[in-house]
């Protein structure tokens, strides 16, 4: 089983709708938890941390599920803008070091 | 703050050729990743270093592969006779923390073709 798992998509969503995306990851001792956007030919960048009581950022919305592995994102009133590849990202618990370890991405293409 | 700096942005090269990537953490920032992306696929991890240290080097081939992080100067990640396979766009990432929340932050990549 691969450390961290997305569904590739894509995902077509119209302008306007909400659209979710899951991410489960295998290390129940995982500690930190992250969604990165990734813009076709471009560097991944930051979109949001993902905090154990789940947390907001205007439109989108992260949550942790601990019992069932699991992250997601959410995104309401999808923009044309959004169209992207969206990366989870995991870090293992108490390492001296912090390895992180990307889901393959889930692509989204918000059509007009 | 120029960011994490990578180069050169494009690389081409012969099979059997080297091909050598640089790149420079953001300015505070002492650990540096490498991932490697194919085309249409997700980011898999090659190599975590600290300045003169490599922490983890378990993504990287076990053959023709080698990263160094030197006391001054940029991070190299070195490919020996490179082939197609190889071909791909290869990130570098820096962070300044060892705990807690461990953003990464990512140059703007190389893109390596071979021959």
């Known amino acids: 089983r691969k450390e961290v798992e997305q569904d590739p998509g894509p995902f077509n969503v119209p302008e306007g709708a909400t659209v979710a995306f899951n991410c489960t990851y295998s290390n129940s001792a995982s500690q930190s938890f992250f969604w990165y956007r990734q813009d076709c030919r471009k560097e991944p960048k930051l979109l949001m941390s993902?905090?154990?009581s789940g947390n907001e950022d205007g439109r989108f919305t992260a949550q942790l599920n601990r019992a069932s592995q699991y992250i997601s994102l959410l995104i309401r009133d999808s923009k044309l803008s959004d169209s992207a590849t969206y990366l989870c990202?995991?870090?293992?618990?108490?390492?001296?070091?912090?390895?992180?370890?990307f889901g393959t991405g889930t692509k989204l293409q918000v059509i007009p | 703050n120029a960011g994490v700096m990578q180069n050169p942005r494009h690389l081409v090269r012969r099979r059997g050729q080297e091909a050598r990537l640089r790149c420079s953490p953001m300015k505070g920032h002492s650990h540096v990743y490498w991932y490697r992306q194919l085309p249409e696929e997700g980011l898999k991890f090659m190599v975590y270093?600290?300045?003169?240290?490599?922490?983890?080097e378990s993504g990287m081939p076990k053959e023709r592969f080698s990263a160094e992080f030197p006391k001054e100067g940029p991070s190299i990640l070195r490919i020996q006779q490179v082939v197609r396979g190889d071909s791909a766009a290869y990130f570098c990432?820096?962070?300044?923390?060892?705990?807690?929340?461990?953003?990464?932050?990512f140059g703007a990549g190389s893109r390596l073709t071979v021959l």
């Open positions: 993902v905090y154990s």
């Open positions: 990432a820096s962070s300044e923390r060892t705990s807690g929340a461990n953003v990464l932050t």
């Open positions: 270093l600290q300045k003169e240290n490599i922490i983890d």
């Open positions: 990202a995991v870090t293992p618990w108490g390492a001296v070091y912090q390895k992180v370890t």
